[in-house]
């Protein structure tokens, strides 16, 4: 079945430092989100990139479609940026989101 | 305000019992699905509505209901509750039922099975 593979699992940060969390999946995909969920459990967009290289805020992501394979770049990390991100996608073979397990992010003060 | 409800928050249910979550969203949107993530696991699609009509279901087994009485909410009734469901069960919406559209969650009902 399609696959969706994030790394690494977790990364620590210096608050102030960027970083690149990775994206790897098995099946073409008609559109691929990423997620932040809090340390609380809450889970939110936020954006949808299915190709192309997208910005909001401090994060850019590049969705390679053909390699499959998308990255989230965050910028100048804060200590509000801590949580997991989780990228999901959505095959052209049906009309759901997998998910992969997600990147968890500790940004230190 | 939360725009997706869900209740309880919490649940600790016994072996053998029945439970239901509930869920309403106010963001008048006409797709409503239910996700579960376990420990340790990716979050996992369960079922998919667009008005009030179940469009799929990954859901191995059928002690897991959906129920539909609004527009608005998307209920999911577990019976012959057993360990292994003890999960964050996740509700969220989005416009329509294409889930490449921008998908809200509500909060999760984290449910312990005893």
């Known amino acids: 079945g399609q696959q969706v593979q994030q790394s690494p699992a977790s990364l620590v940060l210096q608050e102030g430092e960027n970083a690149e969390l990775q994206c790897n999946f098995s099946?073409?995909?008609?559109?691929l989100q990423w997620f932040y969920q809090s340390p609380g459990g809450s889970l939110v967009s936020l954006l949808s990139?299915?190709?192309g290289t997208k910005h909001t805020g401090r994060l850019t992501s590049t969705t390679v479609t053909k390699e499959r394979r998308s990255s989230l770049h965050i910028s100048s990390s804060q200590t509000t940026d801590s949580g997991t991100y989780l990228c999901a996608i959505v095959s052209s073979a049906g009309n759901k989101l997998t998910f992969g397990i997600g990147t968890r992010v500790l940004v230190r003060p | 305000d939360p725009k997706i409800i869900q209740k309880p928050k919490y649940l600790v249910a016994v072996t053998g019992s029945e439970k239901i979550l509930i869920c309403e969203q106010y963001l008048g949107h006409n797709a409503m699905y239910w996700y579960r993530q376990s420990a340790k696991k990716p979050l996992e699609f369960m079922f998919s509505y667009s008005y009030q009509k179940l469009m799929d279901n990954q859901t191995a087994s059928s002690r897991f209901q959906p129920q539909s009485s609004k527009k608005n909410h998307l209920d999911l009734q577990i019976t012959a509750l057993k360990p292994d469901d003890s999960a964050t069960y996740f509700c969220?919406?989005?416009?329509?039922?294409?889930?490449?559209?921008?998908?809200?969650f509500g909060a999760g009902t984290r449910l312990s099975v005893l």
């Open positions: 099946s073409t995909a008609t559109q």
């Open positions: 990139n299915p190709s």
């Open positions: 969220a919406s989005s416009q329509d039922s294409w889930q490449g559209n921008t998908l809200y």
